[in-house]
């Protein structure tokens, strides 16, 4: 069974900086697109960034972003690895939620929605402070 592991969140004060990263382990994860999401306190989980690998109608290496994070949020990947990565600057307390990555193994469908994702990450808490 395929797991996907998140690593890198903790507490930064605004402005700062933190690079997540999700590694994934467990079998063959046959990856159409990784993704990461996040969950604020009360609120719905929300996409945050999505990177294509191979297989699908993008070329590999694209990338997508919600509006609001472009410029101080990119996602990166190692194809070998099985990883993706997102770097996040210029932090600010609404960037506070548990973030998570996930794995989207068939091609179709928008990468932006949840269901389109087969494996999920157990979360990582990120805590901008004030």
């Known amino acids: 069974q395929v797991q996907l592991v998140e690593s890198g969140g903790g507490l930064v004060q605004a402005g700062g900086s933190l690079r997540l990263s999700c590694a994934a382990s467990?079998?063959?994860?046959?990856?159409?697109?990784m993704g990461w999401f996040r969950q604020a306190p009360g609120k719905e989980r929300e996409f945050v960034a999505a990177i294509s690998w191979s297989g699908g109608r993008w070329s590999a290496g694209t990338t997508v972003y919600a509006d609001s994070l472009k410029g101080r949020f990119t996602i990166s990947r190692d194809n070998a690895r099985n990883t993706v990565a997102l770097q996040m600057n210029s932090l600010t307390p609404e960037a506070t939620a548990v973030y998570y990555c996930?794995?989207?193994?068939?091609?179709?469908?928008?990468?932006?929605?949840?269901?389109?994702?087969?494996?999920w990450g157990q979360g990582t808490q990120v805590t901008v402070s004030s």
């Open positions: 467990g079998g063959t994860l046959t990856t159409n697109a």
């Open positions: 996930a794995a989207k193994t068939f091609p179709g469908g928008t990468v932006v929605a949840e269901p389109v994702y087969t494996y």
